[in-house]
């Protein structure tokens, strides 16, 4: 049995969710209506599908002629880390040990060589903001045709990549210096988070002291933020999740560090202020009167961030989700600004923004145009706005999509994790949850 091959009893091996063709219309009138409510856009126009076919072809060639142009990193180790079902992989990693120092590339998918202002792909993408996430239905921010193919880093072939290479002081974890460039990356190897477990519980394997050098680093970042205030809600992932969190992290603090304090320009920042203290001593409170949850006492007087990361490491795992509810209820929506102060509350980051996924973030696609370019859209305060409702609107469709399958009598995490087929008899659909 392979590493990925479900185990039996496992959610993969009891196969799709079962349901009825009319349950399945209701399902799709429902889409349809949130899409009405939420003006989300579904299909995409046939001159964008165009472009997008158009910008696959002769790709060999077009990589070939940018090489000169570019930092060549094909011989770097370099890998990808993701889950088994994706379907896109627009992020890699490569690391090394220097003398007193971590060397770590974070290299993205070079998404705005591709998708370029001037292109109906682009205002495509604008308009669309963001890709969302329904269980077992996703609406693409750009065509898939792209972006599953030139623009995933797929192993083996050579990629055009927007690279983030950081030197990582040995004691403090700051950075001793930071480059930003576009590069060419060949793939070793494509890995899924439970194959990159097992290299980290063999490391005579392949990429297996890679893998354990950046948990090393990524483990060390995730004590440190901790240490520092970053509120962490959800504290128990594997290693491998870990290793790509604070990885794509690190990058996303080093770019928007680069843009506001060596650059000095306004980008898409990430700004999420903070609850009032009447708002965290509300959900302190929800939190302490949970059954068999306790905050410890040298945790009360200090950061209330470091208080619920307490509660969330000592409390049972059934109580994960209402200590995160308690928590999410009084936290504002962080938002898209043209200017960074303020910070990011949850993260304790003074100055932070998106990078690494800019396959399904406009702000992330942006933010790769100002960095490379050195040119800011005119209209950057409106689009910063636009994706923030965007968003909110993606994860308010999400959530009533979750309750209609639910008053359906189906389980979002089951067909989430597990998709559905559509059966004749109603029988064999009834018990199929």
């Known amino acids: ?29 429902k889409r349809t209506e949130l899409f009405e409510e939420f003006e989300i856009r579904d299909e995409f126009p046939s001159e964008v599908l165009r472009e997008a076919e158009a910008r696959t072809e002769d790709v060999y060639e077009e990589i070939e002629a940018e090489i000169d142009e570019r930092e060549d990193l094909r011989e770097l180790t ?7 079902d994706a379907q896109d992989f627009d992020d890699a990693i490569s690391i090394e040990r220097e003398e007193g120092a971590y060397r770590l590339w974070v290299h993205i998918a070079d998404v705005t060589h591709y998708v370029t202002p001037d292109t109906a792909m682009w205002e495509e993408a604008v308009q669309r903001a963001n890709t969302v996430y329904l269980p077992d239905y996703t609406i693409h921010m750009l065509p898939p045709v792209l972006a599953e193919t030139v623009c995933s880093l797929v192993p083996n072939e050579d990629r055009l990549a927007h690279t983030v290479e950081m030197e990582i002081d040995d004691e403090t974890l700051s950075f001793e210096d930071i480059e930003i460039y576009k590069s060419v990356i060949n793939s070793d190897e494509r890995l899924t988070y439970k194959e990159c477990e097992n290299r980290l519980e063999d490391p005579s394997l392949p990429l297996g002291e890679e893998n354990e050098l950046a948990f090393e680093l990524a483990d060390r970042m995730h004590e440190q933020r901790k240490e520092d ?13 870990t290793i790509i969190e604070e990885s794509m992290l690190k990058a996303n603090k080093a770019v928007t560090h ?10 898409m920042y990430r700004v999420h202020p903070q609850p009032t203290p009447d708002q965290w001593n509300q959900a302190l409170k929800e939190i302490q009167e949970l059954d068999s949850v306790s905050i410890p006492g040298d945790a009360w007087g200090d950061d209330p ?11 049972p795992g059934r109580q994960l989700n209402k200590i995160q509810r308690a928590v999410l209820k009084v936290m504002p929506r962080a938002k898209y600004m043209n200017d960074p102060f303020g910070g990011h509350h949850a993260l304790n980051f003074d100055i932070y923004g998106h990078f690494t996924s800019p396959i399904r973030r406009l702000s992330d696609t942006i933010n790769h145009w100002i960095v490379h370019e050195n040119d800011v859209p005119e209209n950057l305060i409106e689009l ?8 909110k609107d993606g994860e308010t469709a999400e959530r009533l999509y979750k309750q209609f399958l639910q008053e359906v009598g189906l389980d979002p995490h089951a067909v989430n994790n597990r998709g559905v087929e559509i059966v004749e008899d109603p029988d064999e659909a009834k018990h199929s949850v």
Do not use: F, Y
Not at 10 to 29: N, Y
Not at 229 to 241: E, I, K, Q, W
Not at 305 to 315: D, H, I, P, Q, T
Not at 384 to 391: E, F, I, V, W
């Open 1 to 29: 049995m392979s590493d990925d091959e479900p185990k039996p009893g496992s959610a993969e091996d009891q196969g799709p969710v079962t349901i009825t063709p009319e349950l399945a219309d209701r399902l799709d009138e």
């Open 78 to 84: 370099t890998w990808t880390t993701d889950p088994i």
């Open 229 to 241: 205030g970053s509120l962490v809600l959800n504290p128990r992932r594997d290693r491998a999740h």
């Open 258 to 267: 680069t843009l506001m304090w060596d650059r000095g320009v306004e980008a």
């Open 305 to 315: 961030r470091k208080a619920v990361n307490a509660a969330l490491e000592e409390s």
């Open 384 to 391: 910063c706005d636009h994706a923030s409702d965007k968003q």
